[in-house]
């Protein structure tokens, strides 16, 4: 027992210390992140469905198309963005479990939880393909993260974000809504929660003249058949 509130003592001072636990949970992300590249990358980041995000198609959300062409447009190759989004993904990750860590008052749980996740090998795997996964997990995460902050405005942004990525992301709107209601201030604060879900609303509406506009643009005959 003495051992074990040893250990809960030292786990409680190394979470309040931002630096020690920014600097641990940061350099373990960095470490999967790398791990994640070494393991699943130097193949062919191209799979079955890649094609269908490099031009704008009606079976897509124009979010990730548009990402791949700013990519492209710094000069990377598909090879390159793979890694990119995989970082992505990890500094999210690590993001969120630095917040979880400082909340909970432990290093040690969340810095498991980080290993886990990225360390599961189909996520590995979905991060170095050019797919939707792995940004659209940052982007989650990171609206976890603003949600835990009662940061209502990044949380109303991040989902909008979201919906651009994955059509999907509309499964976590009541989330959201429900998160803003039960936190801290009650009902004081509902006008600021009134304005996120309206940013929300407004993301989306963005996202639906994007698709709007894909679905008018020629696309070739391999989409049309999938």
């Known amino acids: 027992?003495?051992?074990i509130r040893r250990f809960a003592a030292l786990d409680a001072?190394?979470?309040?210390?931002?630096r020690v636990r920014r600097t641990a949970l940061t350099?373990?992300?960095?470490?999967?992140?790398?791990?994640?590249?070494?393991v699943h990358g130097g193949g062919d980041p191209m799979q079955p469905d890649s094609p269908s995000y490099l031009e704008f198609s009606p079976l897509r959300s124009?979010?990730?198309?548009?990402?791949?062409?700013?990519?492209f447009a710094l000069g990377l190759t598909p090879g390159g963005i793979v890694i990119v989004q995989a970082g992505l993904l990890s500094a999210a990750a690590a993001s969120l479990a630095s917040c979880l860590a400082r909340r909970a008052g432990s290093l040690f749980a969340p810095a498991i939880a980080l290993g886990l996740t990225l360390g599961h090998p189909l996520l590995g795997v979905l991060a170095m393909s050019i797919l939707t996964?792995?940004?659209?997990?940052?982007?989650?995460?990171?609206a976890a993260r603003a949600a835990l902050d009662g940061r209502w405005l990044a949380l109303g942004l991040l989902i909008g974000l979201a919906l651009t990525i994955r059509p999907t992301g509309w499964a976590r709107l009541p989330a959201a809504a429900l998160a803003a209601l039960a936190s801290p201030g009650g009902w004081d604060v509902r006008a600021k929660?009134?304005?996120?879900?309206?940013?929300?609303?407004?993301?989306?509406?963005?996202?639906?003249?994007?698709?709007?506009?894909a679905?008018?643009?020629?696309h070739n005959e391999h989409e049309l058949g999938r």
């Open 62 to 71: 124009a979010g990730y198309p548009l990402f791949l062409k700013f990519m």
């Open 27 to 38: 350099g373990l992300a960095a470490g999967l992140w790398a791990t994640m590249v070494l």
């Open 133 to 142: 996964e792995a940004l659209f997990a940052a982007i989650l995460m990171l």
């Open 215 to 218: 679905r008018a643009a020629p």
């Open 1 to 3: 027992m003495y051992l």
């Open 193 to 213: 929660r009134a304005g996120t879900l309206k940013i929300v609303c407004l993301a989306r509406a963005l996202a639906g003249a994007a698709a709007k506009r």
């Open 13 to 18: 001072a190394l979470a309040a210390d931002t």
